[in-house]
């Protein structure tokens, strides 16, 4: 099995009726950016910044974050790499940031709010990813928005940015390309208001999940009690990628597109730019190659219409089947 995949590993994921998938992997670290060749993925659809802010004791410098994101843009070699800004808070706490005591962190401060009400932090990250492209590509993604406004004060800072990298007379990036997570169903229900402050939109499914079945993802007791792969779900996801059309570019990064049914079920309402684990990388590029998209399209839209009560699952289960 293994081998089938490795042999096609560089080859662009098309399926049999000429869709190209754009297959990207998940990474946090630079030890990671290793993994982009071995298992041949279009590129990396979500480099979680915060890890760095994470594992250490003390905020990382401007110095220490720009060596960061140049070995990781180093190691790409021209691959498209998107970085997420640090998305703090919630499940993912620094220690040495000391924040309020809340009661619902995951709905509290975090992500861009924090990034926006303390604008140095995003600002210094900013100014690291502008010195560390010096000149190359880059891409930018801003996570937990919850509303445009929120946007527009981000593109207030990256504007101050920019000025402040043309004064001191260092080449801004070639091109530079500025992304929302949706990840909160206001974002999710705003596809147009956001479109005007994207380049692209990225689904973060893990945190949609959570907020659409208000079941915290770090409880055990609810965290996997509701399957993703529902009609009101996928229905949900398809609404995104319905309004999204050819007015704003979309991907789908949340670890669920790691499942093939998943994987399937995205393809099939339009998805086409998956950022999965890089265990999962070659397998769904193999996967794509099988499927006759314009089939599958057609017959997602019956599933998701269907009203028989089979759980959407294993429809879906009896559809892989069907399709070999
Ligand atoms: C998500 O929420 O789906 C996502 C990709 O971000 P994270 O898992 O880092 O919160
Ligand atoms: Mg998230």
Same mark, same amino acid.
């Given at each position: 099995?293994?081998?089938?995949?490795?042999?096609?590993?560089?080859?662009?994921?098309?399926?049999?009726?000429?869709?190209?998938?754009?297959?990207?992997?998940?990474?946090?670290?630079?030890?990671?950016?290793?993994?982009?060749?071995?298992?041949?993925?279009?590129?990396?659809?979500?480099?979680?910044?915060?890890?760095?802010?994470?594992?250490?004791?003390?905020?990382?410098?401007?110095?220490?974050?720009?060596?960061?994101?140049?070995?990781?843009?180093?190691?790409?070699?021209?691959?498209?790499?998107?970085?997420?800004?640090?998305?703090?808070?919630?499940?993912?706490?620094?220690?040495?940031?000391?924040?309020?005591?809340?009661?619902?962190?995951?709905?509290?401060?975090?992500?861009?709010?924090?990034?926006?009400?303390?604008?140095?932090?995003?600002?210094?990250?900013?100014?690291?990813?502008?010195?560390?492209?010096?000149?190359?590509?880059?891409?930018?993604?801003?996570?937990?928005?919850?509303?445009?406004?929120?946007?527009?004060?981000?593109?207030?800072?990256?504007?101050?940015?920019?000025?402040?990298?043309?004064?001191?007379?260092?080449?801004?990036?070639?091109?530079?390309?500025?992304?929302?997570?949706?990840?909160?169903?206001?974002?999710?229900?705003?596809?147009?208001?956001?479109?005007?402050?994207?380049?692209?939109?990225?689904?973060?499914?893990?945190?949609?999940?959570?907020?659409?079945?208000?079941?915290?993802?770090?409880? &055990?007791?609810?965290?996997?009690?509701?399957?993703?792969?529902?009609?009101?779900?996928?229905?949900?996801?398809?609404?995104?990628? &319905?309004?999204?059309?050819?007015?704003?570019?979309?991907?789908?990064?949340?670890?669920?597109?790691?499942?093939?049914?998943?994987?399937?079920?995205?393809?099939?309402?339009?998805?086409?730019?998956?950022?999965?684990?890089?265990?999962?990388?070659?397998?769904?590029?193999?996967?794509?190659?099988?499927?006759?998209?314009?089939?599958?399209?057609?017959?997602? &839209?019956?599933?998701?219409?269907?009203?028989?009560?089979?759980?959407?699952?294993?429809?879906?289960?009896?559809?892989?089947? &069907?399709?070999?």
């Amino acid at each position: 099995q293994l081998a089938r995949y490795q042999l096609r590993k560089d080859e662009p994921a098309v399926t049999k009726d000429g869709v190209r998938v754009r297959v990207e992997m998940n990474a946090g670290l630079v030890m990671d950016m290793e993994l982009l060749r071995e298992v041949g993925a279009d590129g990396v659809g979500l480099f979680r910044t915060e890890l760095q802010f994470l594992v250490g004791k003390t905020l990382p410098s401007v110095t220490e974050q720009t060596e960061t994101y140049a070995s990781v843009m180093d190691a790409a070699q021209g691959a498209r790499v998107v970085f997420r800004t640090a998305d703090i808070g919630s499940d993912k706490r620094a220690g040495y940031m000391h924040g309020p005591v809340e009661a619902n962190p995951a709905m509290g401060w975090r992500g861009l709010r924090v990034a926006t009400d303390r604008e140095g932090l995003l600002r210094m990250q900013l100014r690291a990813l502008i010195t560390a492209a010096n000149g190359r590509p880059l891409t930018v993604l801003l996570p937990l928005v919850t509303t445009s406004e929120e946007m527009a004060h981000a593109w207030e800072l990256i504007d101050k940015e920019i000025a402040r990298t043309k004064k001191v007379g260092e080449p801004i990036p070639e091109k530079l390309e500025v992304g929302a997570m949706v990840e909160i169903p206001s974002a999710a229900w705003d596809v147009r208001g956001l479109a005007k402050y994207a380049d692209f939109l990225s689904i973060g499914g893990n945190d949609l999940a959570q907020f659409f079945y208000a079941a915290d993802r770090e409880s &055990d007791l609810v965290s996997s009690r509701y399957d993703y792969l529902s009609r009101p779900f996928v229905s949900f996801l398809k609404r995104i990628v &319905d309004e999204a059309g050819d007015l704003v570019a979309l991907g789908y990064c949340g670890e669920q597109a790691a499942d093939p049914l998943m994987a399937l079920a995205l393809i099939g309402i339009g998805y086409d730019r998956l950022s999965v684990a890089a265990s999962a990388v070659m397998p769904l590029k193999q996967m794509v190659r099988s499927i006759d998209r314009a089939q599958l399209m057609a017959r997602m &839209d019956r599933l998701l219409k269907e009203e028989t009560g089979i759980p959407l699952r294993q429809r879906m289960t009896q559809l892989a089947d &069907d399709l070999g």
